[in-house]
């Protein structure tokens, strides 16, 4: 029996894919403490990407380590509607395919496709995360609108109407006029657009004069309600309580006075007031109770309110207001002025402030309880400074708008009666019935149903009720999830079991849109919040700081690193990048495949695909001697500790310290610490240090007793570094235990190691550094003078304590073998030869002779050679670099280069002026 010469990821993934779905592996084992996790639903606008990788690896990281350590793991996958973002993408694709448009087709027809391409994609997303190599449990998958959560969002609705907490009321919304409905705050992003201040005549409706107002956005003059001046300019006050006349509609509106609004140092010191278009100008008008009219149609377009300029639209409309200003004699100035606009994060437009009828939710009560969950310490948000931006969006206590003008997602469970319908026509026709609630409006009754998908518009007996348009913001039913997925409002025994939720792994976008209104449902229908912690990851960007996406070109789908570098690759560079410090950049590069097609990937893959290689080809190297020992075995060889060499102590002792760390990060959410961890353990410790050590060993032909001992620790580390790797590379982990213990359980079922403190030695692990430091020193002086690997060196070392020459005596055999040196010495304060390099070592420095492999003469002339060539190099650029024409008009890009280079020079200046005094 051999291993592959080559470590082939797809053939392995494809294995053990099929192993764990035919061993179900992945559902909770109904023993141990319970851990469950919720996966943050994905969109099913499209693909999945690196974002979405890191965000599943780390929460695959964290199952897979529980279930190791005997908890009973349940991870809940499922995907979500995204009811403005699935909607936009199906609407465009109409349009192009067919130049139609919604009303074209009616909503049924609409939300027919939507479904379709939800189909699609949920399927290909599935199929992403299941390479991936995701460990939920694929028999529980949920989407936001099938009919178990469907249920859970109609008896949310239900609870809070009937508890007042849900009410319909015209006020100021974010508008998509592209999309037509009303958005959130945070779906919002903010762009620098050059525009201007337009200073206009605001005229007395005497005629006795005017006074002098400045906006950015004169297309709205026509909806001012009052124009605003400070109670304590003297400018003004004279007519404060004065009556004005809007431009174009002769509509009178008074002067007020208002503190709050009006900065009288900032321009005219006047601000005209449209509360039906503005949010500042909304608050002043339900201060001073001003009308509020709007001039706008849902599309953006200006409506009979706008009097001439009704139809007009977006720049057109303002181009048409600024010239009828100038033709009335009433426009003063015009001036550039640079402002944060507003955009639609799905429809890419300009958001619009607008008066419209929507349906809120009460934040006040609901808000504070979701507040006292983090304060109190219930909720522990990693790292701590994002609990900051939860409770600073709580504070502000601002109801919820939960309508949304769409079709696709769910649709408010309200049904209204006709006039003529009466509660005893209510009561008739739902005798009985718990889940029908009537609420008596001012323009009839309405109907809230907890239970039905759908009432009939004749289950009133002689009416007609009809049910409401708009649908339920998408958070709305997103809220619900950790006790939707679960089966609430049914008390199933999976959310007896497995509610709370264990830790929620999210990011920081979604923090106030999910994970506060996630708290404040849990709280609200289960008396508890939905999970004790909270961990924000970093967000991944591409190499110029930019947000990863497909229409910009720079978005990386998943599966095609896994086919270029190996799944286990992708999960390992993913948790060595997540930091507590945002964000990540990963440097996108474009390339040709053989099919011709381009996919975009990173060359940052390639130290986890060398990891992989690494680790399979000391397995490779290892795997006949193992043989030739009988530790190709589920049971372990047995190690005698008594003729353990100190090399045997060091790994024994560096193997249980890193099960140590490797918990305690796991623990802290420490991710990147947990990969470099493993990374050194296994490449510097295992494969570069104590395989090196024990080469001599390893390759005797004959099995001696040393040998065998060798195998038997090697075979139990080896099997250490499989259960440690194995949360963060699952495949690779599995196959090597398969081949190296053949019998054994599978990995991902296997116990969590526990570390033994009997054999962590932290002197012998001291020792060790300290030699590996004088090793790493020696290998540097060749590098330095170019001594080639193959020539012997002598080193002598001196150190300032006993202790520490008593140290270095411990490990001199190891430091002569890998340093490669003819000879070997320490003492304290010993005098350095004559003709020496010198590096500083922990403890003390090291000389290195090199009489007799360089000729003192010639190596100086060498390096004085090549300093003054770097300086004169270095010279040419600070000349460039003083030359102010050059500075100031190259390009940035050539500027900065030129720099890099004088540093690279002074560098080598530096290096080779120490090089020279070392040998003087």
């Given at each position: 029996m051999e291993m592959e010469t080559r470590y082939n990821p797809k053939i392995v993934e494809d294995r053990w894919h099929d192993q764990w779905n035919k061993n179900n592996d992945f559902a909770p084992s109904g023993k141990?403490?319970?851990?469950?996790?919720?996966?943050?639903?994905?969109?099913?606008?499209?693909?999945?990407?690196?974002?979405?990788?890191?965000?599943?690896?780390?929460?695959?990281?964290?199952?897979?380590?529980?279930?190791?350590?005997?908890?009973?793991?349940l991870w809940i996958p499922g995907t979500d509607h995204a009811?403005?973002?699935?909607?936009?993408?199906?609407?465009?694709?109409?349009?192009?395919?067919?130049?139609?448009?919604?009303?074209?087709?009616?909503?049924?027809?609409?939300?027919?496709?939507?479904?379709?391409?939800?189909?699609?994609?949920?399927?290909r997303i599935t199929k992403q995360l299941k390479s991936l190599g995701v460990s939920c449990d694929w028999s529980r998958q949920r989407f936001t609108l099938d009919p178990v959560c469907a249920k859970a969002v109609r008896h949310a609705f239900f609870n809070l109407f009937k508890k007042g907490l849900i009410y319909r009321g015209k006020r100021l919304v974010n508008w998509d006029t592209k999309l037509q409905t009303a958005v959130a705050d945070d779906e919002i992003y903010y762009e620098t657009v050059k525009g201007h201040f337009w200073t206009f005549k605001y005229p007395l409706a005497d005629g006795s004069g005017f006074i002098p107002v400045s906006t950015t956005r004169p297309e709205t003059i026509m909806g001012d309600t009052a124009l605003a001046v400070h109670p304590n300019d003297e400018r003004y006050k004279q007519f404060i309580g004065k009556m004005l006349k809007v431009p174009f509609v002769n509509r009178e509106i008074p002067v007020i006075a208002d503190a709050i609004l009006v900065d009288m140092e900032f321009g005219t010191g006047s601000v005209k007031v449209t509360p039906a278009h503005d949010p500042n100008d909304y608050a002043t008008g339900l201060r001073h109770k001003l009308p509020m009219i709007n001039i706008m149609n849902d599309d953006g377009s200006l409506n009979e309110n706008a009097g001439p300029f009704q139809g007009m639209k977006g720049q057109a409309a303002r181009d048409a207001v600024v010239k009828g200003l100038e033709d009335l004699g009433l426009l003063i100035k015009v001036e550039d002025h640079e402002m944060q606009v507003g955009h639609s994060d799905r429809s890419k437009t300009v958001i619009e402030p607008y008066l419209s009828d929507q349906w809120f939710v009460k934040m006040d009560v609901l808000a504070d309880n979701a507040m006292k969950a983090v304060t109190s310490g219930e909720i522990k948000i990693i790292p701590e400074r994002y609990a900051n931006k939860y409770l600073d969006w709580l504070k502000e206590k601002r109801d919820w708008c939960i309508s949304r003008q769409l079709w696709w997602g769910h649709r408010i469970p309200i049904w209204h009666a006709d006039e003529t319908t009466t509660e005893e026509d209510?009561?008739?026709?739902?005798?009985?019935?718990?889940?029908?609630?009537?609420?008596?409006?001012?323009?009839?009754?309405?109907l809230i149903c907890s239970e039905e998908e759908n009432l009939k518009e004749d289950a009133v007996a002689g009416h007609k009720i009809v049910q409401e348009e708009d649908v339920l913001d998408t958070w709305f039913s997103s809220g619900l999830w950790p006790h939707s997925t679960m089966g609430w409002p049914e008390q199933t025994d999976t959310l007896k079991k497995y509610y709370p939720t264990s830790v929620l792994v999210t990011s920081r976008d979604i923090i106030t849109l999910w994970v506060a209104r996630m708290v404040l449902f849990s709280q609200e229908n289960m008396g508890t919040v939905p999970f004790h912690t909270v961990y924000i990851h970093p967000k991944i960007l591409d190499g110029n700081g930019m947000t990863m996406s497909k229409s910009k070109g720079n978005g990386v789908d998943p599966m095609d690193i896994e086919k270029k570098y190996g799944t286990d690759a992708l999960r390992f560079v993913m948790a060595s990048l997540c930091t507590d410090n945002q964000d990540v950049r990963l440097p996108v590069k474009k390339e040709k495949q053989e099919d011709g097609s381009v996919i975009n990937t990173s060359e940052k893959f390639e130290i986890g695909r060398?990891?992989?290689?690494?680790?399979?080809?000391?397995?490779?190297?290892?795997?006949?001697?193992?043989?030739?020992?009988?530790?190709?075995?589920?049971?372990?060889?047995?190690?005698?500790?008594?003729?353990?060499?100190?090399?045997?102590?060091?790994?024994?002792?560096?193997?249980?310290?890193?099960?140590?760390?490797?918990?305690?990060?796991?623990?802290?959410?420490?991710?990147?610490?947990?990969?470099?961890?493993?990374?050194r353990f296994v490449?510097?410790?295992?494969?570069?240090?104590?395989?090196?050590?024990?080469?001599?060993v390893i390759n005797s032909e004959t099995l001696t007793a040393e040998k065998k001992n060798a195998m038997a620790i090697l075979s139990h580390v080896l099997r250490g570094v499989i259960d440690l790797l194995h949360p963060v590379m699952p495949f690779i982990t599995e196959e090597l235990n398969a081949t190296?213990?053949?019998?054994?359980?599978?990995?991902?079922?296997?116990?969590?190691?526990?570390?033994?403190?009997?054999?962590?030695?932290?002197?012998?692990?001291?020792?060790?550094?300290?030699?590996?430091a004088v090793v790493e020193s020696v290998r540097g002086v060749r590098g330095r003078y170019n001594v080639s690997p193959a020539t012997k060196l002598k080193a002598v070392v001196s150190v300032d304590t006993a202790e520490t020459e008593a140290s270095v005596k411990d490990c001199q055999a190891i430091i002569t073998e890998l340093g490669g040196l003819e000879s070997f010495s320490v003492a304290v304060k010993a005098a350095k030869p004559k003709f020496s390099a010198s590096s500083v070592v922990p403890g003390g420095e090291l000389y290195i002779p090199l009489e007799g492999i360089l000729d003192p003469a010639a190596e100086i002339a060498r390096l004085e050679k090549e300093i003054e060539k770097a300086k004169a190099f270095a010279a040419s650029i600070e000349k460039k670099l003083s030359n102010e024409k050059f500075v100031n008009g190259a390009p940035e890009a050539v500027v900065n280069a030129e720099r890099t280079k004088l540093a690279t020079q002074q560098d080598i200046i530096a290096k080779n002026e120490a090089a020279l005094k070392e040998l003087r």
């Open positions: 141990g403490e319970p851990f469950s996790v919720v996966i943050p639903p994905p969109n099913v606008t499209g693909a999945l990407h690196l974002g979405h990788a890191l965000n599943d690896t780390l929460q695959d990281i964290l199952v897979r380590y529980r279930r190791k350590t005997g908890r009973d793991t009811g403005i973002a699935t909607q936009a993408v199906v609407e465009k694709r109409l349009f192009q395919d067919e130049h139609k448009t919604r009303h074209d087709i009616g909503r049924d027809a609409l939300v027919e496709r939507i479904w379709k391409w939800k189909d699609e994609y949920e399927a209510l009561n008739k026709a739902f005798a009985g019935r718990n889940d029908i609630y009537y609420y008596k409006a001012q323009n009839g009754i309405w060398n990891f992989s290689n690494k680790l399979w080809n000391a397995c490779r190297f290892l795997f006949p001697h193992l043989e030739q020992a009988g530790a190709l075995s589920k049971d372990m060889l047995p190690m005698d500790s008594s003729i353990f060499a100190l090399e045997d102590r060091w790994i024994l002792s560096r193997l249980n310290s890193t099960i140590q760390d490797a918990t305690k990060m796991l623990e802290e959410f420490h991710f990147a610490e947990l990969a470099g961890f493993l990374y490449w510097d410790d295992v494969c570069s240090s104590y395989l090196e050590i024990k080469k001599a190296l213990f053949p019998g054994s359980e599978r990995v991902i079922n296997s116990a969590w190691p526990k570390a033994d403190a009997s054999l962590i030695d932290a002197k012998i692990e001291a020792a060790f550094n300290q030699a590996f």
